[in-house]
Antibody, heavy 118, light 107 residues
């Protein structure tokens, strides 16, 4: 069965970087874009961008350009999202998501809480 | 970026009520609109894709319609397990954008 399993919670200091992983299984990893979405505590959902696991091409929302890097490792079917220059307002749950069986994000990781704290 | 405006931002209804949530886009997005349900501490779940397509496994009380700039999600008979926050998402272009969410509570 399709699964997206994310890495565990992180606590980082302001200015640091964090790298969140998303391990995919149960489907052809290179066949579907991987998207990243975040949610600050008590707030709504915010789309960050995507990476094409087949080509490595990516697209980042303008808000995150220059600070986010999405990469993939097709040997182990893992997608990564690295966010640098962390600020307090980057504290959020970060999700990976993909549209694998439907024309919409039908599979999501369980989320990774990133806390930015001094 | 396309702005998505949901209304209401919160809603209190009784079990068995018909509930409607609206999402408006700042420009024409054809039918490139999805709806998600999110319960506290959980990842969102896809309910509706392409404005009116009901995702596999979603109860038949959920339906949706719309095109262009105005979209609705309807729950025909509210059940206790429907208590959640609902989000629309436009995937017409990049950046994809979510509505701000509608928090549904039981009266």
């Amino acid at each position: 069965q399709v699964q997206l399993v994310q890495s565990g919670a992180e606590v980082k200091k302001p200015g640091a970087s964090v790298k969140v992983s998303c391990k995919a299984s149960g489907y052809t990893f290179t066949g579907y874009y991987m998207h990243w979405v975040r949610q600050a505590p008590g707030q709504g959902l915010e789309w960050m961008g995507w990476i094409n696991p087949n080509s490595g091409d990516n697209y980042y929302a303008q808000k995150f350009q220059g600070r986010v890097t999405m990469t993939i490792d097709t040997y182990i079917n893992v997608a990564y999202m690295e966010l640098s220059g962390l600020r307090y307002d980057d504290t959020a749950v970060y999700y990976c998501a993909s549209d694998i069986e439907a024309a919409g994000f039908d599979y999501w990781g369980q989320g990774t809480l990133v806390t930015v704290s001094s | 970026a396309i702005q998505m405006t949901q209304s209401p931002s919160s809603l209190s209804a009784s079990v068995g009520d018909r509930v409607t949530i609206t999402c408006r886009a700042s420009q024409d997005i054809r039918n490139d609109l999805d709806w998600f349900q999110q319960k506290p501490g959980k990842a969102p779940k896809l309910l509706i894709y392409a404005a009116s397509g009901v995702h596999s496994g979603v109860p038949s009380r959920f339906s949706a319609s719309g095109s262009g700039t105005e979209f609705t999600l309807t729950i025909s008979s509210l059940q206790p397990e429907d208590i959640a926050t609902y989000y629309c998402l436009q995937d017409y272009n990049y950046p994809h954008t979510f509505g701000q969410g509608t928090k549904l509570e039981i009266k």
